[in-house]
């Protein structure tokens, strides 16, 4: 899995307005969003204000830009899980699937974190509270039992979690989120056992 990030990573630098959008998140995560200005992403990049103008007009196009790139598979992912069967298999491997996902998308999620009050300003809160709406949809099954639920739920939020409590701890990154997989994955697998124990 290591690999495909790394092909990520490559294939997003070699496109001018992607390479904007990574150059945008590394100064807003090294000096804030609010005192980052385009010049300065300008500047970083070596192009001029115009050519980066060509792209995008303000920094707030920037986040909703990268926002909708990196959780575009959060889209397809839902779309993929809402015409699945409710089976342990297809959870299982939604949840592995999202862990894909929030590591993909992790730069964005660290942004949003630390820029609490600029997200709820922009339009990006919204669009990522429905998103995160989507995948309780697609992972939690009606018939479930009154405890299922919470337990499918918590598979979602402990790898959001997982995410940022163990990003500053040491250790090898894949390894960490195997771990967190792991019990995201036993997670579902028991709210789904508890569904089929309460029909």
């Keep these: 899995m290591g690999g495909t990030m790394d092909g990520t990573k490559h294939r997003r630098r070699g496109n ?5 959008q ?3 998140l590394e100064l807003f995560a090294e000096q804030g969003y609010e005192k980052t200005s385009l010049r300065e992403i300008a500047e970083r990049l070596d192009v001029t204000k115009a050519a980066l103008y060509y792209h995008f007009k303000t920094k707030e196009e ?5 926002f909708e790139d990196l959780t575009k598979p959060i889209e397809e992912l839902i ?11 297809t959870k299982q491997e939604i949840v592995r699937r999202y862990s894909q996902t929030l590591t993909d998308a992790a730069p964005l999620f660290q942004f949003m974190q630390e820029n609490q009050a600029t997200v709820r300003e922009l339009s990006i809160g919204e669009m990522f509270k429905s998103r995160k709406l ?3 949809d697609i992972i939690h099954d009606p018939r479930s ?4 639920p919470g337990r499918s739920i918590s ?17 090898d990154p894949e390894e960490k989120r195997e771990a967190v997989l792991e019990v995201a994955v036993d997670l579902v ?5 508890g569904a089929r124990t309460s029909r």
Excluded: K, N, Y
């Design 22 to 24: 990574d150059v945008a």
């Design 189 to 193: 697998t028991q709210a789904h056992q």
């Design 62 to 66: 920037i986040i909703v830009s990268l």
């Design 155 to 171: 598979a979602l939020f402990t790898l959001h979690a997982g995410m940022f409590v163990l990003r500053d701890l040491e250790g």
């Design 16 to 20: 001018t307005r992607q390479r904007i």
């Design 145 to 148: 039992a009154r405890r299922a």
């Design 134 to 136: 989507g995948h309780r």
């Design 79 to 89: 779309d993929w899980g809402r015409q699945q069967p409710h089976t342990l298999a």
